[in-house]
């Protein structure tokens, strides 16, 4: 995906990086038939079945809102991933051929689930996509959409989240690094690409640790009621997020037990 007119400067690194997403997604999976080709189409949804995704192997798809240009998709994107959101449908056209490899839905989204690392990724790219969805629609439709993701900027040594504060967003890190903190202790760190803040989130509880930027970051953040209508669209995925949130989990515990028994040792 890749957004029309004048950009942020966080947009361009988290657009190529979504775009190199789908071809790992799929490694493994067959096709479910052979390519789609069409020679043009200025109504292509209506030509794709409901049960198929599709990876565009040659051409350009632009994609549009009440035939207000919104951003276009080039080979290598995926194409007919429901988000489950509450925004306005958007029609795709393109004036040259393309050729699209067809998946079937229900093996796409068996091979996501079966395995840790693309599932996490799924996630990221779920995320990533619907940040940048969302400031495309606030770009032509102001006055109905507001944008309700954001990306903030953190210079080394400024606090991403506060331990004890009210969970109201998930965050990202779309680049730089942190390192997580509970009772002034180090934890753990937070790479580039990893969620966090999520389990709160989920739990409905305050933030069980801080998190300070050791370099510049650029991070997501995601609010509260849109991540979880985004998991609820995607329960599998949810559950994935949750265990993996939760092995994360549990090497914090580790850590903090072994921080702990080393100040008993030595007073």
Not at 10 to 31: D, F, N, T, V
Request: aromatic content about 8%.
């Amino acid at each position: 995906m890749y957004l029309l007119g004048d950009l942020p400067v966080y947009a361009e690194p988290l657009m190529s990086r979504l775009q190199e997403i789908p071809a790992k997604l799929l490694q493994g999976l067959e096709p479910s038939g052979p390519a789609l080709e069409f020679s043009s189409s200025t109504a292509l949804n209506s030509l794709l079945p409901d049960n198929q995704l599709f990876i565009i192997e040659q051409g350009i798809i632009d994609t549009s809102v009440d035939q207000r240009p919104l951003f276009y998709l080039q080979s290598g994107s995926l194409i007919g991933l429901r988000h489950g959101l509450n925004l306005p449908d958007w029609q795709y056209s393109h004036s040259d051929p393309i050729k699209l490899v067809p998946y079937e839905r229900r093996a796409f989204f068996q091979h996501v689930y079966s395995d840790e690392e693309r599932q996490e990724l799924f996630t990221f790219y779920l995320l990533g996509q619907t940040s940048l969805l969302t400031e495309a629609f606030a770009r032509i439709k102001q006055l109905e959409v507001s944008p309700s993701t954001g990306f903030e900027h953190f210079a080394p040594g400024e606090k991403l989240i506060h331990q004890g504060d009210a969970a109201e967003h998930v965050f990202v890190i779309v680049e730089g690094h942190a390192e997580a903190w509970v009772d002034g202790q180090k934890v753990g760190d937070v790479q580039k690409d990893e969620i966090f803040g999520a389990m709160a989130v989920f739990i409905n509880e305050p933030r069980t640790a801080t998190v300070i930027a050791t370099e510049p970051c650029t991070v997501m953040t995601i609010p509260k009621d849109q991540f979880l209508t985004l998991m609820q669209s995607n329960p599998r995925i949810a559950h994935s997020l949750i265990e993996s949130m939760a092995r994360r989990i549990d090497l914090m515990n580790k850590e903090i037990t072994h921080l702990r028994n080393q100040t008993a040792v030595i007073n």
